[in-house]
């Protein structure tokens, strides 16, 4: 009788390279009160902020145009009827005007120094910025430096240092290619995201990543984070009842797994909720790096 054959084992990278979690922020109303427009550009023209956007919807719904094109163009219109000289780096200074919740300052070297305590140092956290907003003004915020990315919408500048229009436009479902993005870990703007990568070798899987947001234009980033084994979290203005019952609509729709108000202050409920979330992903990982390893014994074995 021939000796039994034996088994196998599909053959795994000798470095475990999949440590990475990704903590996402949107950031008008998630990690401020008010769009970011409304500390640095309108304030700067003078213009009332609700009287702004009254005129942007009103424009939306009359044209059935993309509301974030709209707003890029109508403020460009102001600028210029104002003439107003906003180039790219006094909109980066107008960016020390924007206010954050309370907890932001420090709320990112928290989730760093728990990721690393609660892994005894083999798994990182990473933190990234999703947003509709002006990447020329995210390029000047106080909280920049802990971020691994910020993708936001950007205008072409001319030779006087002049917006003219807009280069690249993140709305509600296009915030989701950067998902990808982080995921495959071509997170150049230049890279493309659409060749077929294996599950094993994406750096940052979906299950390893935390969305956090604060409304419907969030959806499609909760929808996708969760339905490939991620965590949503939305946040609300505790001052705002809208902002509240907007919550308890994606709860009740599954679209994210929990919601607290957005106090990111040390001990606070948002904190805990979310520490709950990066313990299951801390444990994921270990168990990862636990079969990578196994598998690799089971190869030479």
């Known amino acids: 009788m021939p000796p039994p054959r034996r088994t196998k084992f599909p053959t795994r990278p000798a470095v475990f390279a999949r440590g990475t979690l990704a ?3 949107d950031f008008d109303g998630t990690l401020t009160p008010q769009p ?3 500390y640095t550009v309108l304030p700067q023209l003078g213009i009332s902020p609700q009287a702004f956007w009254n005129e942007v919807n009103g424009e939306v719904r009359r044209t059935g145009g993309d509301s974030i094109l709209t707003y890029m163009r109508l403020l460009v219109e102001k600028i210029e009827a104002n003439k107003a000289h906003l180039s790219r780096e006094a909109l980066r200074r107008l960016a020390r005007g924007i206010k954050y919740y309370a907890g932001v300052a420090t709320w ?13 140092g083999l798994v990182q956290a990473k933190h990234y910025i999703i947003s509709a907003g002006l990447s020329e003004i995210l390029e000047g915020i106080s909280i920049k430096h802990h971020f691994e990315r910020i993708y936001a919408s950007q205008y072409h500048f001319n030779h006087h240092e002049v917006a003219c229009f807009p280069t690249i436009v993140i709305n509600d479902t296009s915030k989701t290619q950067y998902l990808f993005r982080i995921n495959k870990g071509r997170e150049a703007a230049g890279e493309s995201i659409n060749e077929y990568m294996p599950e094993s070798e994406r750096p940052i899987p979906f299950s390893h990543m935390i969305y956090i947001g604060d409304g ?5 980033c909760m929808t996708v984070t969760k339905m ?3 965590f949503a979290v939305a946040v609300h203005n505790p001052e705002h009842e809208k902002s509240i019952e907007t919550c308890r609509e994606l ?3 599954n ?3 929990y919601y607290a108000a957005a106090d990111y202050r040390a001990g606070r409920t948002l904190e805990k909720r979310v520490r709950t979330l990066l313990d299951i992903i ?3 990982s270990r168990f990862e790096r636990e079969r990578h390893q196994f598998m690799q014994e089971m190869s030479q074995s």
Not at 108 to 120: G, I, L, P, T
Not at 216 to 220: A, E, F, H, Q, Y
């Open 251 to 253: 709860i009740r729709a």
């Open 228 to 230: 490939y084994g991620g």
């Open 216 to 220: 419907m234009t969030d959806v499609p």
């Open 23 to 25: 903590l996402i922020y």
């Open 36 to 38: 970011m427009q409304e």
């Open 108 to 120: 990112f070297d928290r989730m760093n120094r728990y990721v690393a305590a609660q892994s005894n």
């Open 282 to 284: 801390v444990a994921r």
């Open 255 to 257: 679209r994210i797994d």
